[in-house]
DNA sequence: TAAAAATACTCCATAGGTATTTTAT
DNA sequence: ATAAAATACCTATGGAGTATTTTTA
């Protein structure tokens, strides 16, 4: 029978690509490493790694095995993290992903109570656009990650927690002091200053507003939310800005004024994205009621 | 370190709730098996069994645990299912699951050629609604399911392979003998018979029409596409049945119309569900090759 | 008290170590 | 010639068996 230590081994060279080194890596000689790859692949029936006495090469079907072992051992991590979850919640560490446009504007609201609740809880933020958290969320590399939706996450699974419209920004010389909605037929389309591509927050926009992506990549483009508004307080143009950004970004009686999108919302959902086996959902069903409790408080 | 042999130990006790008989299945001897358990609820640093001389009971810890443990097996089983799949494919039985409204007109339709192409490929087929499906694919204990699309199918992946329309059915004496397209406005919604709740082809044929799965279960209600048709055959009302059902519900000139529901479509997307995980995709993409290529023959 | 799990004790299979050989550049 | 993986051979750990004890319904 397959043990895990065969696959931790050959999990070592793949990382590796040699074979002493990867025995070095898991405190075993070369010859135990050795003899455990050979029988490995004798009972798989196939050869994983192509070697000589010059180098280590990983055959497609091996990657494929090694690939799958990664799982096998990603499960097997979350066995044992079962009963740590349920007895000690929020003692051991976990790692969030957050996309650009929700992480500055999420995370001040609700790390504090999080961190008021659970002092010893130690949680990772990391920042990276949607594509990529939800690769890492399907690796393991992550726990979960918030993202805004709708945005393909097939053999993922989401919880939401959060929804909310967009509002159009705009110098207040250039809004009409009236105004309190606004319809995507009354925007100056031409002076919208939207994200770059790539940023689901352009594609949610566009879609509330029943438009295609398909304008030019424009002069206009920005890296951030913040500097976008910077544009709109220099008259550069519009923009539009979700809205538990709005209390950030439009500060202190500023030049600059929000009004509510109306078209048919919600414009965006936020949701919290894990993988379909990932076990510590009681820990994070418990985040994400803190979340929607502080958000409900703290934007509205 | 947790090992293999310990979680298969603990999955037969889950089976036999008796420590005895779970060792007589594993072939060991009841203090090998105890031993292991012990070991490995030290290892976890909780108790998965509650036991004495009389009964086995299992933790809700316990129960994770063990669903846990499930899935691991499951994994290392697909890593030992990838080399045969990729060195032999087709030398394995396979599993698929279809729901009722399209396995009766599918099957008939791309099995002959997949027997001519793979003679030796042993293919269970089995027959369940979709959510019944869906449950045996996250479970592993189907291969695939084929089902018909928008359906909810969180955590899992699907692959397209055809997409329909539905065609209204009705007795040829009330049917305008010229009509080559109805809208769902014409539809008389009085006379539609629909299969019983639970079938989506309910749901998809409603949908297609844009109306509301609102209207009480009516008598007209009925088991199976085929019984319908014979309804329809006796005046009883009309009904809505996908594309690939029409050859063989209509045959040699019978007294039954179906003209093409003139609705925005596709009505329906026919698709292969797998666990992401799933490693035998090689295989599964021939077939779906092979599904699509029968399908453009003998349904245009 | 009786049925069933835990424990004591023994044994052997096998994983792992050291030393050596084989292999391919 | 040499670097690196495979093999030979030995050792020791721990998994498994038998027999026995403990537990509690």
Not at 205 to 225: G, I, M, V
Request: aromatic letters at 6%; hydrophobic letters at 40%; glycine letters at 4%.
């Amino acid at each position: 029978m397959i043990s895990l230590k065969q696959l931790h081994y050959a999990l070592a060279v793949e990382k590796t690509l040699h074979f002493k080194k990867a025995a070095d890596a898991c405190h075993v000689s070369q010859s135990a490493l050795s003899t455990a790859i050979i029988e490995l692949e004798k009972q798989l029936g196939t050869t994983i790694f192509e070697r000589n006495n010059k180098q280590v090469l990983i055959t497609s079907q091996g990657q494929l095995i090694l690939n799958k072992a990664k799982t096998v051992k990603l499960e097997l991590d979350g066995l044992m993290q079962i009963s740590q979850s349920d007895n000690q919640p929020f003692s051991n560490a976990m790692t969030l992903g957050v996309i650009p446009t929700i992480g500055p504007y999420l995370l001040p609201k609700v790390l504090p109570e999080v961190r008021k609740r659970f002092p010893e809880f130690k949680m990772k933020i990391i920042e990276e656009q949607s594509h990529v958290l939800v690769d890492m969320v399907r690796n393991g590399e992550i726990d979960a990650a918030i993202l805004a939706l709708p945005y393909p996450i097939e053999g993922l699974m989401s919880f939401d927690f959060w929804q909310e419209d967009f509002y159009w920004v705009s110098h207040k010389d250039e809004c009409p002091s009236q105004l309190k909605e606004i319809t995507s037929e009354e925007l100056e389309i031409e002076k919208l200053m939207l994200l770059k591509d790539g940023h689901c927050l352009k594609d949610h926009a566009l879609a509330a507003c029943s438009l295609q992506n398909d304008k030019q990549d424009s002069d206009f483009d920005s890296a951030s939310l913040h500097t976008l508004i910077q544009m709109v307080a220099g008259k550069l143009g519009t923009t539009l800005v979700p809205q538990m950004a709005l209390d950030q970004l439009i500060y202190n009686e500023s030049e600059i004024r929000a009004v509510h999108l109306n078209e048919p919302g919600p414009h965006r959902t936020i949701a919290l994205i894990i993988r379909p086996n990932y076990v510590r959902t009681n820990e994070l069903t418990t985040l994400k009621e803190i979340f929607t409790e502080q958000l409900n408080a703290k934007c509205c």
